[in-house]
């Protein structure tokens, strides 16, 4: 296969991933997995972002199983606490192991998925979901993913939710409250109701109220306006991606980024670009921003004041 990894999963996401039993001879077990994501930290995966494997195999050499416990259900009494009246049954050795080669015939969800390294043996502890819902430990001397091909970007890359502070400016003063950030690049359905993608949705709580504004700008610019034009008279949403010195990056912008540049002259996206050009790492690090953020140097875009952003363009259609 083209790309192989071994003895490191800590590269890999497994949440949602579907394990499929290949084959199993006493001392190797060998699964298909499907959803399987992989780090953009990896060196195996070329791309600025996680994404999700098409098709991968893993082989848990020296296998053992240690147990199996089937979940069972809880219920909470009166005082909230969680109970059940279902027996906890635990099960070792080979009939764990039956029962998790039965469960990987059908397919196993992954739900959560714990590894520990010790005296050279890798130790595995999952728990599953969907149809077949158990928890289960084994351990094993080395483990190897291969694969050929990548899917997509991985699920969170996708569909991302974001929670940040945020201060209005109101009759009364400022304001400090909560906005919520929901991007997708799928498209999704809410209320039964198809969303195209890609979509931004930003939200906040005003006066008892939730407000939320809607776009599908990458930076998150008509968001905002939208959101803005549902504020009362008098409220102004007070943040970097609001202000005069909030410019985004000419060469492509990091979602959720925007550069201070308070100390700087800019007139064009020319001027930004000599930023960028002339900056080392260090010193553009000094300048980054998230678009919610704000500070004592705060000034709103006007027409006559150039920032390389495109909130005000979005504020007067």
């Known amino acids: 296969m083209n790309h192989i990894i071994k003895n490191d999963l800590d590269v890999f996401s497994f949440h949602d991933a579907e394990l499929r039993l290949k084959n199993y001879d006493q001392k190797t077990l060998v699964v298909n997995v499907s959803h399987l994501n992989i780090s953009k930290e990896s060196k195996e995966n070329p791309f600025e972002y996680d994404i999700e494997i098409k098709s ?42 039956n029962r998790l080669l ?36 084994f351990s094993f001397a080395d483990v190897t993913v291969e694969w050929d091909e990548y899917l997509k970007k991985a699920w969170y890359e996708l569909h991302r939710q974001y929670k940040h502070n945020i201060i209005l400016e109101t009759p009364t003063g400022k304001l400090e409250t909560i906005m919520y950030i929901i991007t997708h690049e799928e498209d999704v359905y809410y209320n039964g109701e198809l969303e195209k993608a890609p979509s931004v949705n930003v939200g906040i709580k005003y006066k008892e109220k939730a407000i939320w504004g809607h776009g599908t700008d990458y930076c998150f610019a008509d968001a905002f306006a939208d959101l803005q034009k549902q504020l009362d008279d008098g409220v102004t949403l007070r943040c970097c991606i609001t202000c005069r010195h909030g410019n985004f990056c000419p060469y492509g912008n990091e979602q959720g980024k925007i550069f201070c540049t308070k100390d700087k002259a800019i007139n064009s996206k020319e001027d930004m670009c000599k930023q960028f050009d002339n900056m080392s ?28 952003n495109d909130y005000l363009h979005y504020l007067s259609k």
Request: proline share 2%.
């Open 102 to 137: 039965d469960a990987l015939k059908k397919g196993v969800d992954i739900n959560c998925i714990d590894v520990t390294h010790k005296s050279g043996r890798t130790a595995i502890e999952m728990s599953t979901c969907g149809n077949e819902m158990f928890f289960v430990g």
């Open 56 to 97: 991968a195999v893993m082989t848990f050499d020296e296998i053992e199983i240690n147990y199996l416990e089937p979940m069972v259900g809880y219920k909470i009494d009166e005082n909230g606490n969680y109970y059940t009246d279902k027996e906890k049954v635990i099960y070792k050795s080979e009939e764990a192991r």
């Open 281 to 308: 790492s260090d010193n553009l690090e000094e300048l980054t921003r998230h678009v919610t953020d704000t500070c004592e140097n705060y000034e709103p875009q006007t027409k006559d004041y150039y920032t390389y």
